[in-house]
T-cell receptor, first 115, second 114 residues
Framework: NAGVTQTPKFQVLKTGQSMTLQCAQD?????MSWYRQDPGMGLRLIHY???????DQGEVPNGYNVSRSTTEDFPLRLLSAAPSQTSVYFC??????????????FGSGTRLTVV | AQSVSQHNHHVILSEAASLELGCNYS??????LFWYVQYPGQHLQLLLK??????LVKGIKGFEAEFIKSKFSFNLRKPSVQWSDTAEYFC????????????FGGGTRVLVKP
């Protein structure tokens, strides 16, 4: 049981490049979400999904796209990378669609640097 | 908009000292409350949670937290810290009306000196 798997662990992009951060969970969790972590600001919600085919915006969605074609996968796409998107990105899942239940399960994070 | 405040950004302690980290939130309705810990280089892990019932909640590794509804607070405590408690601690709030969404505080970095 791998939990939540994020790839890559580290990435350096040039301004204007695009890329996709991968997130996969093998727990059959309904709810998946993406957060970014910046010093002193905690974690801020980018996008979330309550099930396959359903996504919605969080607190800081600009510059990011998501899709949820399967229960297992929830990729995050950076359309045109900017230095302000330098951050650590965490994917998190939860078994329940409408409430946090036992709490989130987090992936190990992707450290992204945009130069 | 709702917010979660952790007033201490950095705390430095010696081993065996007591730890208390403050967390206040601004949401007025019914909430679920969480404390997460992030050890250096690792992902967030759940320390404890409060949904309802006894406002004093015990979690893993000797941590506990007290929910004081009148003060909109959910402070984390540990009577005697160890060097291995060096980590960043995050308070998170889930308003029950907000479905699954968690709002995190800014985090408190705790350094325990051996």
């Amino acid at each position: 049981n791998a939990g939540v798997t994020q790839t890559p662990k580290f990435q350096v992009l040039k301004t204007g490049q695009s890329m996709t951060l991968q997130c996969a969970q093998d727990m059959n969790h309904e709810y998946m979400s993406w957060y970014r972590q910046d010093p002193g600001m905690g974690l801020r919600l980018i996008h979330y999904s309550v099930g396959a085919g359903i996504t919605d915006q969080g607190e800081v969605p600009n510059g990011y796209n998501v899709s949820r074609s399967t229960t297992e996968d929830f990729p995050l796409r950076l359309l045109s990378a900017a230095p302000s998107q330098t951050s650590v990105y965490f994917c998190a899942s939860n078994r329940d669609r409408v409430g946090p239940g036992g709490g989130y399960t987090f992936g190990s994070g992707t450290r992204l640097t945009v130069v | 908009a709702q917010s979660v405040s952790q007033h201490n950004h950095h705390v430095i302690l010696s081993e065996a000292a007591s730890l208390e980290l403050g967390c206040n939130y601004s949401y007025g309705g019914t909430v679920n409350l969480f404390w997460y810990v992030q050890y250096p280089g690792q992902h967030l892990q759940l320390l404890l949670k409060y949904f309802s019932g006894d406002p004093l909640v015990k979690g893993i590794k000797g941590f506990e937290a007290e929910f004081i509804k009148s003060k909109f607070s959910f402070n984390l405590r540990k009577p005697s810290v160890q060097w291995s408690d060096t980590a960043e601690y995050f308070c998170a709030v889930n308003p029950k009306a907000a479905g699954n969404k968690l709002t995190f505080g800014g985090g408190t970095r705790v350094l325990v000196k051996p």
